[in-house]
């Protein structure tokens, strides 16, 4: 995205708490935030991550409650819950990287859901 150093170090806060939902908060909130490219661009992937969140608790949730007799008669209810679990697990793994990446002022897409962010506008 191409970031000048002084939107870096006036945004690296703002980045790094976008991942922790403040910094999206802050990022709305804030003219100057929403100004800032640096910021930009982790909240862009800080709201794609919030969304598949979101998701895979919503549709797990239903598959469990669906599908939770069947595999509770059928000893596998426990393979729906942890399936669940792990793909948040990886959210959050991909969370910790933003943030890493947003405290040293890196510009870094995130695997898989960094070319999905790129192509929001905010």
């Known amino acids: 995205m191409g970031s000048n150093q002084n939107e870096i170090e006036q945004g690296k806060a703002a980045a790094v708490l976008s991942y922790l939902l403040v910094g999206i908060i802050w990022f709305f909130a804030d003219e100057k935030m929403r100004k800032n490219r640096f910021v930009a661009f982790h909240v862009k992937q800080a709201l794609v991550l919030l969304v598949i969140s979101v998701a895979v608790s919503i549709v797990f949730a239903i598959l469990g409650s669906i599908l939770g007799?069947?595999?509770?008669?059928?000893?596998?209810?426990?393979?729906?819950?942890?399936i669940g679990r792990i793909i948040n697990l990886l959210v959050f793994a991909l969370a910790l990287w933003g943030i890493i990446s947003a405290a040293q002022g890196k510009e870094q897409e995130l695997p898989?859901?960094?070319?999905?962010?790129?192509k929001f506008t905010l």
């Open 112 to 118: 898989v859901i960094g070319s999905f962010a790129k």
């Open 69 to 82: 007799l069947f595999f509770l008669m059928m000893g596998g209810f426990f393979f729906i819950f942890w």
